[in-house]
């Protein structure tokens, strides 16, 4: 069974611009959640999505936001970015949204210059 | 609110050695506890968890017991390999089966041969 992808893996954007990454879910697992990864701030909660819908959001600005599809698919898209928004990006499946192992995937590596 | 307090990094250690590595928590009711492992250009993988007071998560030879009169949750290792040279994170969800998780700062650990 394949793992959690995301793509793409890297991505260098400029200040001010706007970037989405996407997350596919192991095959079955309806949620999926986000995580930013900073070397001064750690791993941060960014959302979870479980079935289409937002059910949990970190404390992160609105510039930061998500959908999922009906294919349990998710992205997220930062707007007016910043340099202090480079970061690993962190996607995360499990089955359901009230139990199970949570399965991450390997990350983004967003830069912003 | 909930936080983790990871020991500080880096660790070096001789393979063969026996490894501790402290986790303290923060956090108001009964949180699940979790040790994650972070390889080189890899996402999160879960190494062991507990859910209640008492539990001893283990997996790989890596053991850490919930401790709720020390708020811990230390992560231990008989013998290290070179091969657990990787990053550990510590982490809670606060809530039973939620997916948020709140993660320590991590601590890197090298296992010189």
């Known amino acids: 069974k394949a793992g959690v992808t995301q793509t793409p893996r890297y991505l260098i954007k400029t200040r001010g611009q706007q970037v989405t990454l996407s997350c596919s879910p192991i095959?079955?697992?309806?949620?999926v959640s986000w995580y930013q990864q900073t070397p001064g701030q750690g791993l941060q909660f960014l959302f979870e999505?479980?079935?289409?819908?937002?059910?949990n959001k970190g404390n992160f600005p609105g510039r930061f936001s998500g959908r999922q599809f009906s294919n349990s698919r998710s992205e997220m898209n930062v707007s007016t970015l910043e340099l202090g928004d480079s970061a690993l990006y962190l996607c995360?499946?499990?089955?359901?949204?009230?139990?199970?192992?949570?399965?991450f995937g390997p990350g983004t590596r967003l830069t912003v210059l | 609110g909930n936080s983790v307090t990871q020991m500080e990094g880096p660790v070096t250690l001789s393979e063969e050695a026996f490894l501790t590595i402290n986790c303290t928590y923060t956090?108001?009711?009964?949180?699940?506890l979790f040790w994650y492992v972070q390889y080189p250009g890899e996402g999160l993988q879960l190494l062991l968890k507990?859910?209640?007071?008492?539990d001893k998560g283990s997996n790989k030879g890596f053991e850490a017991t919930y401790r709720k009169e020390t708020t811990s949750f230390h992560l231990e290792k008989g013998s290290v390999q070179v091969s657990d040279s990787a990053v550990y994170f510590c982490?809670?969800?606060?809530?039973?089966?939620?997916?948020?998780?709140?993660f320590g700062q991590g601590t890197r650990l090298t296992i010189n041969p």
């Open positions: 995360a499946s499990r089955l359901d949204s009230a139990s199970g192992e949570q399965f």
């Open positions: 982490a809670l969800s606060d809530t039973p089966g939620a997916q948020k998780l709140v």
């Open positions: 956090a108001t009711g009964y949180p699940s």
């Open positions: 999505y479980f079935s289409e819908t937002q059910r």
């Open positions: 507990a859910t209640k007071a008492d």
């Open positions: 095959s079955g697992h309806r949620s």
